[in-house]
């Protein structure tokens, strides 16, 4: 018996899981897993991708290959060493410090640089909160929360 954690005997069969896992169609890894020069048409790789995803090896070869992505991310997220952290936020204190000043010689509102100082005294809290972490010791990236614009988002490429 083959465990998924085994590539499979099949070379096409192996690099087509391995497509699948990685978010390619059916029809796109069949037609890139196929041997060079014998590139299938796309009604054939549509009928045999799924064929070929029914079978209980490849099936389960893609979900073992797809749990071992989403374990991968997930440790690059939640690991981070207290110095990485801290040099992050030192890089920020001195932007937010830079976008205060800026905004003071250029003449902005006193709700403005209020909104600032605000910024700055919540993220001061949270580099007192990393110093005390301790060194090199790997903490969960949410220790330090990031707070992101109003209206920003987020695309993770991790």
Request: proline content about 5%.
């Amino acid at each position: 018996m083959t465990l998924p954690s085994d590539p499979l005997k099949n070379q096409r069969h192996e690099r087509f899981a391995q497509l699948v896992a990685l978010g390619a169609t059916y029809v796109r890894a069949w037609i890139e897993a196929a041997p060079q020069g014998k590139r299938p048409s796309a009604k054939s790789a549509s009928v045999q991708g799924h064929r070929t995803m029914q079978r209980p090896d490849v099936r389960d070869r893609v979900q073992f290959l797809q749990q071992g992505r989403k374990e991968a991310h997930t440790a690059r997220l939640s690991l981070a060493s207290a110095s990485d952290l801290k040099n992050a936020m030192k890089a920020l204190t001195g932007e937010i410090q830079a976008l205060y000043d800026r905004l003071r010689t250029e003449g902005a509102t006193e709700d403005e640089l209020a909104a600032v100082r605000a910024l700055k005294n919540s993220h001061a809290q949270r580099a007192l909160s990393i110093a005390d972490l301790g060194r090199d010791a790997p903490v969960a990236a949410s220790a330090a929360p990031v707070i992101w614009p109003k209206g920003a988002t987020h695309v993770c490429k991790c």
